[in-house]
């Protein structure tokens, strides 16, 4: 019983807690990217209520660059944040490329919906867009945790199946 009682806290601390201060987010672009050689992915952090993006995309001049949420069950999405106009920047190992970075004050519902993983980045090239979804990176103390209290898990479970003294008495014939 106080293995599935340690199994079920361990679980339970998977979830993201915004009360840690930073949450670290990923922007996953689709299949054929803006993304170049040399240009590093997208990323996005939450701290103290204030969302930071930097979207790195390649030499391609882009038109525009907005954050949508997911509304509904029927694939409608609202645009909820918009970048300022893109920056000219040199990344190391590349060359000259484009990126679009800013930093808003969010509400606490658009918090909640931004853990959810209902938000969206969509780049715009005239007549056509990519959308990156933004997902957060779970933190590595949790996965660490995860991983010790699925061990204790099963070495419970193996010495249920074989007692620890069974190797204790040698078996004589």
């Given at each position: 019983?106080?293995?599935?009682?340690?199994?079920?806290?361990?679980?339970?601390?998977?979830?993201?807690?915004?009360?840690?201060?930073?949450?670290?987010?990923?922007?996953?672009?689709?299949?054929?990217?803006?993304?170049?050689?040399?240009?590093?992915?997208?990323?996005?952090?939450?701290?103290?209520?204030?969302?930071?993006?930097?979207?790195?995309?390649?030499?391609?001049?882009?038109?525009?660059?907005?954050?949508?949420?997911?509304?509904?069950?029927?694939?409608?999405?609202?645009?909820?944040?918009?970048?300022?106009?893109?920056?000219?920047?040199?990344?190391?190992?590349?060359?000259?490329?484009?990126?679009?970075?800013?930093?808003w004050n969010l509400t606490a519902s658009q918090i909640n919906s931004l853990m959810a993983g209902q938000w969206?980045?969509?780049?715009?090239?005239?007549?056509?867009?990519?959308?990156?979804?933004?997902?957060?990176?779970?933190?590595?103390?949790?996965?660490?945790?995860?991983?010790?209290?699925?061990?204790?898990?099963?070495?419970?479970?193996?010495?249920?199946?074989?007692?620890?003294?069974?190797?204790?008495?040698?078996?004589?014939?």
């Open positions: 019983m106080k293995i599935v009682i340690i199994l079920v806290l361990g679980l339970l601390s998977q979830t993201v807690t915004f009360s840690q201060g930073l949450v670290n987010f990923d922007i996953n672009f689709e299949a054929g990217t803006p993304h170049g050689a040399g240009v590093p992915d997208s990323l996005a952090t939450l701290s103290d209520g204030v969302f930071s993006a930097a979207i790195y995309l390649d030499d391609t001049v882009p038109t525009s660059c907005a954050i949508f949420q997911k509304v509904g069950t029927a694939g409608l999405e609202m645009q909820i944040l918009q970048f300022p106009a893109s920056v000219l920047a040199t990344y190391p190992g590349g060359g000259p490329a484009y990126d679009f970075e800013g930093s969206d980045v969509h780049v715009t090239y005239d007549p056509f867009f990519y959308e990156g979804q933004i997902a957060a990176v779970p933190e590595p103390s949790s996965i660490r945790l995860f991983a010790a209290v699925f061990i204790v898990f099963i070495l419970g479970l193996y010495f249920r199946v074989m007692p620890p003294n069974f190797f204790r008495y040698p078996i004589c014939s």
